[in-house]
């Protein structure tokens, strides 16, 4: 039940923010560009924070995304075109911006929060998720969580990875 739990909740997150995959290769005028299939890795067994969440045990998840990034005007977006389908408590949307050094993405959504009890309740969150451009063509960084109340409420750090390549 805790392992279905854990790619819901994974998969949530995915979509809510941390769904950023992709290595920004340099174009002709040396734009940022996140494009093609990533795998993107929420290393949820080595999750911190303040929460009950943050003390869970799960089992780290992987899923494929696609991601196309458009620059105008100075500014690039990458964006998710391919994946797994949200879940109904996250935006159906997911696009990251470039900050001059990563992709970042903030949002508001609803937390599953698995109680004590073993029950299941929906907290008001925000999330920040960023992905820095590795040497080796990957990205690392984080998908941070606030959870506002409930019974999950506080923080909830999840390293994530993205790598370049094509699902099975």
Same mark, same amino acid.
């Given at each position: 039940?805790?392992?279905?739990?854990?790619?819901?909740?994974?998969?949530?997150?995915?979509?809510?923010?941390?769904?950023?995959?992709?290595?920004?290769?340099?174009?002709?005028?040396?734009? *940022?560009?996140? @494009?093609?299939?990533?795998?993107?890795?929420?290393?949820?067994?080595?999750?911190?924070?303040?929460?009950?969440?943050?003390?869970? %045990?799960?089992? *780290?998840?992987?899923?494929?995304?696609?991601?196309?990034?458009?620059?105008?005007?100075?500014?690039?977006?990458?964006?998710?075109?391919? @994946? /797994?389908?949200?879940? #109904?408590?996250?935006?159906?949307?997911? +696009?990251?911006?470039?900050?001059?050094?990563?992709?970042?993405?903030? &949002?508001?959504?609803?937390?599953?929060?698995?109680? /004590? #009890?073993?029950?299941?309740?929906? #907290?008001?969150? &925000?999330?920040?998720?960023?992905?820095?451009?590795?040497?080796? @063509?990957?990205?690392?960084?984080?998908?941070?969580?606030?959870?506002? #109340?409930?019974?999950? %409420? @506080?923080?909830? +750090?999840? /390293?994530?990875?993205?790598?370049?390549? %094509? /699902? &099975?």
């Amino acid at each position: 039940m805790r392992d279905k739990h854990s790619r819901r909740l994974v998969a949530a997150a995915v979509v809510a923010g941390a769904t950023l995959i992709s290595s920004p290769l340099a174009q002709a005028e040396g734009t *940022p560009f996140w @494009g093609g299939w990533y795998k993107i890795t929420f290393h949820t067994d080595q999750k911190s924070g303040s929460s009950i969440a943050a003390t869970q %045990q799960e089992t *780290p998840y992987t899923a494929w995304y696609k991601i196309t990034t458009a620059c105008s005007g100075g500014k690039c977006v990458a964006s998710v075109i391919d @994946g /797994p389908t949200p879940k #109904d408590n996250v935006v159906q949307s997911v +696009t990251f911006d470039w900050t001059g050094s990563t992709w970042s993405r903030s &949002n508001s959504w609803s937390w599953d929060c698995l109680r /004590p #009890d073993g029950t299941t309740t929906l #907290d008001p969150a &925000n999330s920040v998720t960023t992905y820095t451009p590795q040497s080796d @063509g990957s990205l690392a960084g984080t998908f941070t969580t606030t959870i506002e #109340d409930g019974a999950c %409420q @506080g923080t909830v +750090t999840i /390293p994530v990875t993205a790598v370049a390549g %094509q /699902p &099975n």
